[in-house]
């Protein structure tokens, strides 16, 4: 079945330094890639998210990168700050489905 | 009115108890989502409806029963749980119902913390 492979599990990084979070997809049919952030007991929160037709995007400190060919995608934070420290999931879709496929997150801890 | 919200917030339950969570959203929205969610793992889903009706249900156990009322409501009725069921259950929604050409957001609610005893 279709499946998205996250890594790394864990990530921590000092305060200021960029992080970066990989995810590979399995269906070529996903056309759907979200980004979400879920902090300690609460929602998941849409952070970013980009189209197949798209190779990049970005929102302030926020960037996607996305490899149709190799089936990556990628999550760049850059100066990274205490309050992003929080568990991130990607996720892809394909058209004509309703199922988001998630990864299975990563635990982001930005060093003060 | 931007958001998908959930009741209750948390719920303690016994195992031959009868209860029902509720979820709603008034934006529009056509497919509606339930989803498990145990700690450090990712929202795992559970059932779909597109139009008031269910399009996907993940071999759930039958102890879960989701209902669609209408397109604004959403229920998941819960009866005879067991321990293991406990988890935090969130409700979704996205714009658009089965196109092939959609991206469409999923808006989350804020969820309901089930532990069952």
């Known amino acids: 079945g279709e499946n998205v492979e996250q890594h790394p599990s864990t990530l921590s990084v000092q305060e200021g330094d960029s992080a970066v979070i990989k995810c590979t997809y399995s269906d070529s049919a996903s056309n759907y890639f979200p980004w979400y952030k879920q902090e300690l007991g609460k929602r998941p929160q849409l952070i970013i998210d980009i189209r197949s037709n798209v190779g990049e995007k970005k929102d302030q400190r926020i960037a996607v990168t996305l490899n149709k060919t190799a089936k990556h995608f990628s999550l760049h934070i850059t100066e990274t700050q205490p309050e992003d420290s929080a568990v991130y999931f990607c996720a892809a879709k394909a058209g004509g489905t309703y199922k988001y496929i998630f990864g299975t997150g990563t635990r982001l801890k930005v060093l003060a | 009115d931007t958001e998908v919200t959930q009741t209750p917030k948390h719920l303690v339950m016994g195992m031959t108890n009868k209860k029902s969570l509720k979820c709603e959203q008034h934006m529009g929205h056509r497919a509606m989502y339930w989803y498990k969610q145990k700690a450090k793992k990712p929202p795992e889903l559970m059932f779909v409806?597109?139009?008031?009706?269910?399009?996907i249900n993940e071999s759930v156990p039958s102890r879960f029963s989701p209902e669609c009322p209408n397109s604004s409501l959403l229920n998941l009725h819960l009866h005879a749980l067991q321990p293991e069921d406990s988890a935090l259950y969130l409700c979704a929604s996205t714009p658009k119902g089965l196109l092939l050409n959609s991206y469409n957001e999923q808006f989350f609610g804020p969820g309901t913390r089930l532990t069952v005893l």
């Open positions: 409806y597109s139009y008031e009706k269910l399009s």
